[in-house]
């Protein structure tokens, strides 16, 4: 699969009074073309800094402090900001968790679309632009567009707002979309819907999706490959299918543990990983996992592990994958 997007050892801080929060340290993966990867983990686990790091957009205090984002050959680490402002919305897209505070709640729906467009397309009319927002609300399933694009944000369901967010997102047919965490404020049904939306949308326009999400049932529906984060770092990288169903990192292990299963004993208690993230002002000197890891040893407090290539398209960073690892208590060991 051709690749169009390349994040490489990826390092982002924020500065703050209490010292450096190092969120995201040395992250590194690709994107394929067409592709939806999903990107999970609890939260403070790094996934959405690492997004707004692609796109630069950290809050004043953030700072890319090492790393490359490689996109049609240019590092957008480092690309002027005029060159940028084109990338941003015309080329990556992103659609933020909450569609309430990301809309302008004194403006109609439609021009919010259309300020879009216009951003990126001024030489467009204003007819031509009010025909693309419509084409756009027709696009994402907004029934009577017509209608509802005279509307305010406030006269729409929690599910429209976010077809909205997509629409606007679209409106330049962007090679990658970026969703981060679209679907937490929604209920199941509408939850249900903005995936299909998406699913549908991604096959039609053939473009690229990271998909952002604590919630590994959500990333099945949607992703072929996902990376799970903990501590700013990828601990684990695989297709969906090994991830649930071969999953080689403690952590994944716990998330997986921690969601309801159907055929699961109703009598039976859903296991939860006890503790808490690590404080990321201080990070542990080993494995970020290990204080809450049941298999941790002493390496793992003392020692970054390495990743492991547990086959062509799965890796994992866990010293239990080692072959010196002993076999006793260990859960990957036959």
């Not at 031509?128 to 027709?138: D, G, K, P």
């Not at 000197?285 to 809450?292: H, I, K, Q």
């Amino acid at each position: 699969m051709d690749e169009i997007l390349q994040v490489k050892g990826l390092r982002t801080s924020f500065l703050t009074s209490t010292g450096e929060v190092q969120s995201v340290r040395g992250v590194s993966f690709s994107l394929g073309k067409g592709e939806a990867l999903g990107i999970v983990g609890e939260s403070g686990s790094g996934k959405s800094v690492t997004s707004m790091s692609i796109l630069r957009l950290l809050a004043s205090t953030g700072r890319i402090k090492e790393g490359e984002v490689l996109f049609e050959g240019k590092d957008l680490t480092k690309v002027p900001q005029k060159q940028l402002w084109d990338i941003r919305g015309g080329k990556i897209a992103m659609i933020f968790q909450d569609p309430m505070s990301s809309l302008n709640p004194l403006a109609r729906v439609g021009k919010q679309v259309e300020e879009m467009i216009a951003t990126h397309e001024p030489d467009l009319s204003k007819q031509e632009r009010q025909a693309r927002a419509l084409e756009l609300f027709r696009l994402v399933r907004i029934p009577e567009p017509e209608k509802r694009y005279r509307s305010y944000p406030h006269e729409f369901s929690g599910g429209m707002r976010q077809r909205v967010m997509i629409a606007m997102a679209l409106a330049c047919k962007p090679d990658i979309l970026i969703a981060d965490e679209p679907t937490t404020a929604l209920d199941v049904t509408i939850q249900d819907q903005i995936l299909k939306l998406l699913r549908q949308l991604q096959a039609e326009m053939g473009m690229s999706i990271i998909f952002i999400t604590h919630d590994l049932g959500v990333v099945a529906e949607l992703c072929s490959r996902v990376l799970v984060m903990y501590g700013g770092m990828v601990m684990e990288e695989a297709p969906i299918d090994d991830i649930f169903h071969r999953p080689r990192h403690p952590y994944t292990m716990g998330l997986l543990a921690s969601i309801p299963n159907i055929k699961q004993d109703k009598s039976q208690r859903l296991t939860p990983i006890p503790g808490s993230p690590p404080d990321m002002t201080n990070p542990p000197a080993g494995c970020p996992f290990a204080p809450r890891c049941p298999h941790a040893r002493r390496i793992c407090m003392e020692q970054m592990p390495p990743y492991t290539q547990v086959d062509p398209t799965h890796r994992s960073m866990c010293w239990l994958l080692t072959p010196e690892a002993p076999a006793q208590d260990n859960p990957f060991k036959e």
